[in-house]
């Protein structure tokens, strides 16, 4: 299994950036898939979710309204509109992808499968 994430970058404040993530060798419709992302100095947090069909997505309380969560079965893809980005926002963003049932799925511990990571950096 593998999760490619694309499309971190430089952003100054109130910029906007779209993250991919594309996956291969796994049956994409089976997993609910999501975001974390770890600043320096800090562990990783939930960012946002989305169920199996797309139909239901779940975001922390510190980007709801910012960012959207999408998913598009056929490309085998997830994707993260960020916007109004904040310098707070500056982290490495990684996707994931569970088995799990929808209580557990702003946890860390709840997906199987991760992506090697990609900067997005936030500049004030």
């Known amino acids: 299994v593998q999760l490619q994430a694309s499309g971190g970058g430089l952003v100054q404040a109130g910029g906007s950036l779209r993250l991919s993530c594309a996956a291969s060798?796994?049956?994409?419709?089976?997993?609910?898939m999501g975001w974390f992302r770890q600043a320096p100095g800090k562990e990783r947090a939930f960012v946002a979710a989305?169920?199996?069909?797309?139909?239901?997505?779940y975001y922390a309380d510190s980007v709801k309204g910012r960012f959207a969560i999408s998913r598009d079965n056929a490309k085998n893809t997830v994707y993260l509109q960020m916007n109004s980005l904040q310098p707070e926002d500056t982290a490495v963003y990684y996707c994931?992808?569970?088995?799990?049932?929808?209580?557990?799925?702003?946890?860390?511990?709840?997906?199987?499968?991760w992506g090697q990571g990609t900067q997005v950096t936030v500049s004030s």
């Open positions: 989305i169920s199996r069909n797309g139909g239901s997505t």
């Open positions: 994931a992808a569970g088995r799990t049932v929808l209580s557990l799925i702003r946890q860390s511990r709840a997906h199987d499968y």
């Open positions: 060798d796994l049956t994409f419709s089976s997993y609910t």
